[in-house]
């Protein structure tokens, strides 16, 4: 049967505990059914709110429970297969959630409406693992289930809003058990995360709701049920610091096999119409996510991709654009449609640094470096779009060096159009060879062009080495830097249970913006009114410490600043529009025009998941 939820990969019998709270409980035997408890516990039976207690630990965790009470939400017969449990008689205390997720590991054999008691081992099991700082999920494991009636309603769901999501997003982590929050009573009224928290498996509900994350290829999509909440134009919502996470933001999955019922495809500022109901669930890719049994309807709001102005004769267009590991083996489809993005959409740049161009095999891992037959390819599809014979530059790296996908040796790439821009071809570059900078007749100029920026230095260890370039227009030098910094690979998500989280990939990036503002500083030493673009897949947000080390001192300037807050973003993750791509500029570049070209980050339909960035400017 296929799943709408393929990214929920079968756990193994052995499922991960986290610290445990010893209490003195026994086993408890269940009563009998009655009509009015249709699940038949007692009153001294353990209940499901007594299993999630007020924290996100269990204090039952890693102890035998019987006579579990309640009427299944959800059954999901894929993936990480179970079903949802939800006890009909729900206590005082809004920090109890009275839903749990039993984890079955086969195809359940219960049904939405059965009545059913369960005995088994309470356990908390952290979706990624214990690296990954996610949360876990409470859960009823090695379950024997005993159906005592069928047919009956299910709870009344929890209508997630506006109004009942706090505007905080969660408590600082206890410094004593190392920023971590499981150990805090949970205070939904207080912070999003323990309402969401709260509401661990139990049967919730939405109205209305705006997408701010298209329809991804796993069949899942974002909304906000706060459609004011840092909002822009074109319906996302933007992640604009590290204290505005976005608190309405929650992702939404179908427990129907898309077999049965496709998921529905939507793009950023669409609307989830009508009313989607289901268990709220836990998983490694996003957290918090409503598991639908009940999906509402999508409503097409007509997003339009962006169109750049074309520069004037006189101005400089210099654009970067993340192609998304593109080689030869991919279709000649993707070849057309990155093209005429380059054409129409970008007004065919002077200048594109393309970050992720794979050599001429891809993925093949034999040693191929080269990437002439993808340049080509990609070039001559550009020409058949009706734009420019762009001519390139680049340095293939030492195989295997640089990170990324095995094999395929991702590379930064300049391509330029020669009919209004020069290359000044200084020869000695290579993949380890360092360009530097000197002094000729007053003005800077590179010792290697193209060259890469201190390729030895350990901050790009498995990483992508910075590609320099000396261009002429119009009779003046422009050098352009070429950038695809570390990934955040290894941070953990703004649902760790350690708050802050942690951003450990951060540190490198920090020191490979070091290295590339040094680098920047010795051309205007040399010369003080050069003009210098910094531009790539920059891994990191215009507010972040990376951000800050790249314009130290002045010696650049983030062009995306330039743009109102709303309107500063490159790439869609969990929901939150947030800058990845970045230009900047040398003190000397005074006046530009700076556009973040959307045309893949919010659609469901991507030829890449980054969107361009371009920058008009006259030397």
Same mark, same amino acid.
């Given at each position: 049967?296929?799943?709408?939820?393929?990214?929920?990969?079968?756990?193994?019998?052995?499922?991960?505990?986290?610290?445990? &709270?010893?209490?003195?409980?026994?086993?408890?035997?269940?009563?009998?059914?009655?009509?009015?408890?249709?699940?038949?516990? &007692?009153? +001294?039976?353990?209940?499901?709110?007594?299993?999630?207690?007020?924290?996100?630990?269990? #204090?039952?965790?890693?102890?035998?429970?019987?006579?579990?009470?309640?009427?299944?939400?959800?059954?999901?017969?894929?993936?990480?297969?179970?079903?949802?449990?939800?006890?009909?008689?729900?206590?005082?205390?809004?920090?109890?959630?009275?839903?749990?997720?039993?984890?079955?590991?086969?195809?359940?054999?219960?049904?939405?409406? +059965?009545?059913?008691?369960?005995?088994?081992?309470?356990?908390?099991?952290?979706?990624?693992?214990?690296?990954?700082?996610?949360?876990?999920?409470?859960?009823?494991?090695?379950?024997?289930?005993?159906?005592?009636?069928?047919?009956?309603?299910?709870?009344?769901?929890?209508?997630?809003?506006?109004?009942?999501?706090?505007?905080?997003?969660?408590?600082?982590?206890? #410094?004593?058990?190392?920023?971590?929050?499981?150990?805090?009573?949970?205070?939904?009224?207080?912070?999003?995360?323990?309402?969401? *928290?709260?509401?661990?498996?139990?049967?919730?509900?939405?109205?209305?709701?705006?997408?701010?994350?298209?329809?991804?290829? $796993? $069949?899942?999509?974002?909304?906000?049920?706060?459609? $004011?909440?840092?909002? !822009?134009?074109?319906?996302?919502?933007?992640?604009?610091?590290?204290?505005?996470?976005?608190?309405?933001?929650?992702?939404?999955?179908?427990?129907?096999?898309?077999?049965?019922? #496709?998921?529905?495809?939507?793009?950023?500022?669409?609307?989830?119409?009508?009313?989607?109901?289901?268990?709220?669930?836990?998983?490694?890719?996003?957290?918090?996510?409503?598991?639908?049994?009940?999906?509402?309807?999508?409503?097409?709001?007509?997003?339009?991709?962006? &169109?750049?102005?074309?520069?004037?004769?006189?101005?400089?267009?210099?654009?970067?654009?993340?192609?998304?590991?593109?080689?030869?083996?991919?279709?000649?489809?993707?070849?057309?449609?990155?093209?005429?993005?380059?054409? *129409?959409?970008?007004?065919?740049?002077?200048?594109?640094?393309?970050?992720?161009?794979?050599?001429?095999?891809?993925?093949? !891992?034999?040693?191929?470096?080269?990437?002439?037959?993808?340049?080509?390819?990609?070039?001559?599809?550009?020409?058949?779009?009706?734009?420019?014979?762009?001519?390139?530059?680049?340095?293939?790296?030492?195989?295997?060096?640089?990170?990324?996908?095995?094999?395929?040796?991702?590379?930064?790439?300049?391509?330029?159009?020669?009919?209004?821009?020069?290359?000044?071809?200084?020869?000695?570059?290579?993949?380890?060879?360092?360009?530097?900078?000197?002094?000729?007749?007053?003005?800077?100029?590179?010792?290697?062009?193209?060259?890469?920026?201190?390729?030895?230095?350990?901050?790009?260890?498995?990483?992508?080495?910075?590609?320099?370039?000396?261009?002429?227009?119009?009779?003046?030098?422009?050098?352009?830097?070429?950038?695809?910094?570390?990934?955040?690979?290894? +941070?953990?998500?703004?649902?760790?249970?350690?708050?802050?989280?942690?951003?450990?990939?951060?540190?490198?990036?920090?020191?490979?913006?070091?290295?590339?503002?040094?680098?920047?500083?010795?051309?205007?030493?040399?010369?003080?009114?050069?003009?210098?673009?910094?531009?790539?897949?920059?891994?990191?947000?215009?507010?972040?410490?990376?951000?800050?080390? /790249?314009?130290?001192?002045?010696?650049? $300037?983030?062009?995306?600043?330039?743009? #109102?807050?709303?309107?500063?973003?490159?790439?869609?993750?969990?929901?939150?529009?947030?800058?990845?791509?970045?230009? /900047?500029?040398?003190?000397?570049?005074?006046?530009?025009?700076?556009?973040?070209?959307?045309?893949?980050?919010?659609?469901?339909?991507?030829?890449?998941?980054? +969107?361009?960035?371009?920058?008009?400017?006259?030397?």
């Amino acid at each position: 049967m296929s799943s709408s939820l393929p990214r929920s990969a079968p756990r193994t019998a052995a499922v991960s505990a986290v610290v445990a &709270t010893a209490l003195a409980a026994g086993l408890i035997a269940a009563g009998s059914a009655t009509a009015a408890d249709p699940a038949g516990s &007692t009153a +001294d039976a353990v209940r499901i709110h007594d299993i999630q207690g007020t924290t996100r630990i269990s #204090p039952l965790v890693g102890q035998q429970v019987s006579g579990v009470s309640g009427i299944v939400t959800g059954v999901r017969a894929y993936g990480s297969r179970g079903f949802w449990l939800q006890d009909t008689r729900a206590d005082d205390n809004p920090a109890t959630s009275e839903g749990v997720f039993v984890y079955t590991g086969s195809v359940p054999t219960v049904a939405v409406g +059965d009545a059913v008691t369960v005995s088994g081992t309470v356990t908390e099991y952290i979706p990624g693992g214990t690296s990954s700082g996610n949360q876990s999920l409470t859960q009823i494991t090695k379950p024997t289930v005993a159906v005592t009636s069928s047919g009956n309603p299910v709870p009344a769901p929890v209508t997630i809003t506006a109004r009942s999501v706090p505007s905080a997003y969660a408590p600082e982590g206890d #410094p004593a058990a190392g920023g971590s929050i499981n150990g805090r009573t949970l205070q939904p009224g207080t912070y999003a995360l323990d309402l969401y *928290e709260s509401l661990e498996g139990t049967n919730v509900r939405i109205g209305s709701s705006r997408v701010v994350g298209a329809t991804s290829p $796993h $069949h899942e999509m974002w909304v906000t049920v706060k459609p $004011h909440e840092n909002d !822009n134009r074109r319906g996302g919502t933007v992640y604009g610091s590290y204290t505005s996470q976005n608190t309405g933001r929650l992702q939404i999955q179908s427990l129907v096999p898309i077999a049965q019922t #496709p998921f529905p495809k939507a793009n950023v500022g669409d609307w989830l119409t009508g009313t989607t109901e289901g268990p709220l669930d836990f998983n490694q890719f996003g957290g918090y996510a409503l598991a639908a049994r009940s999906l509402g309807t999508v409503a097409d709001r007509g997003l339009e991709r962006e &169109t750049t102005e074309k520069q004037h004769r006189s101005e400089l267009a210099v654009a970067t654009y993340n192609v998304e590991n593109l080689d030869p083996s991919d279709p000649q489809e993707k070849f057309d449609a990155l093209a005429s993005a380059v054409v *129409e959409n970008l007004a065919s740049p002077d200048i594109v640094a393309l970050e992720e161009i794979q050599d001429n095999n891809g993925a093949k !891992n034999d040693g191929t470096v080269a990437a002439d037959e993808t340049l080509k390819k990609f070039t001559d599809a550009i020409v058949a779009a009706g734009g420019p014979a762009y001519e390139w530059r680049t340095i293939d790296p030492v195989n295997n060096k640089d990170g990324g996908e095995p094999g395929g040796n991702i590379r930064q790439v300049f391509l330029f159009n020669p009919e209004r821009v020069s290359f000044t071809d200084r020869a000695g570059g290579d993949a380890t060879t360092a360009t530097g900078v000197v002094q000729e007749k007053g003005r800077a100029a590179l010792t290697h062009s193209p060259g890469r920026i201190d390729p030895a230095n350990t901050a790009w260890d498995n990483s992508r080495k910075p590609l320099a370039g000396e261009f002429t227009f119009r009779g003046r030098t422009v050098f352009v830097i070429a950038n695809h910094f570390g990934s955040k690979g290894g +941070d953990e998500s703004l649902v760790s249970h350690r708050q802050p989280p942690n951003r450990s990939s951060e540190a490198k990036r920090l020191l490979q913006a070091q290295a590339v503002n040094t680098f920047v500083k010795d051309i205007l030493a040399a010369q003080r009114t050069a003009d210098v673009v910094v531009l790539g897949d920059i891994n990191d947000f215009e507010f972040s410490a990376t951000t800050k080390a /790249l314009t130290d001192d002045g010696a650049l $300037h983030a062009a995306v600043t330039s743009l #109102p807050r709303s309107e500063r973003y490159s790439y869609v993750f969990q929901g939150n529009s947030q800058v990845l791509d970045q230009i /900047l500029t040398s003190p000397s570049i005074r006046h530009f025009e700076y556009d973040s070209v959307h045309i893949n980050a919010e659609f469901a339909e991507q030829n890449s998941d980054h +969107d361009p960035q371009v920058l008009r400017f006259r030397p």
